[in-house]
């Protein structure tokens, strides 16, 4: 047997315990949903010690958009959209349950665009979580891995209970009981993201950068100022705030 190493298992508690009030922190007054998911699936990945992660929610039609990803890359964008068509996140949408994939290469499931697209960027595993309330699904978290293996059932508990964090942030508490505001918020969601990937590509033509750098300067001028990120995202959209200065700031 393995001696228990009581500091780093001290350590991983601490960080589990930041990530929790971090994102407790973020569910005040006029929290941007897009930047929330962003921070979480960040926060989530780097707990379990996985390559990257993207949140998707289901749109008025059923179909699963990606609204939060570690990486606003278009390869990484791409693996998880792919995903949300015929993956690990469309059967865990669909049945509501964790589906695990410890080696995508070998994984008998029809998910050939998926393993290809997931291969080509150096991805063996993938992991997918639930985003559920009261029995009702409304998107999943994608875990994606460069080395193959399952998450242990820590981290899977660990990875559910995020999910969970998730899902109180898009649908909030008080909107629990009430369909049509749980309708808004998920659209609400969606929209934003749009907005935001509006506003990263017009960014990223003004800096000559990359679309997380894009990402980046965008957040940080949300924070800078105390305005949403959809708010930001907006400006830059509609010209009332200069993308040439957002730059500058970030420079």
Known sequence: ???????????????INDAFVRVAGSLVADYDIVDLLSTLVYTCTQLLDVQAGGILLADGTGMLELVASTSEEAEIVEVMIVAAGAGPCIDCYQTGSVVSVPDIEADPRDWPRFRRSALDQGFRAAHATPLRLHGEVIGAMNLLST???????????????????ATVGILHERSFRQP????????LALDTRILVEQ???VLAEVRSCTMSEAFDALRDYARTHEVTLRAAAAGVVNRSISAEALVAQAR
């Open 1 to 15: 047997m393995h001696a228990i190493d009581h500091a780093a298992d001290n350590t991983r508690e601490e960080r």
């Open 180 to 187: 049509e505001v749980v309708a808004a918020q998920l659209h």
């Open 199 to 201: 506003a990263k590509g």
């Open 147 to 165: 080395e193959a293996g399952a998450l242990s059932d820590r981290d899977a508990q660990l990875a559910q209970a995020l999910a969970d964090v």
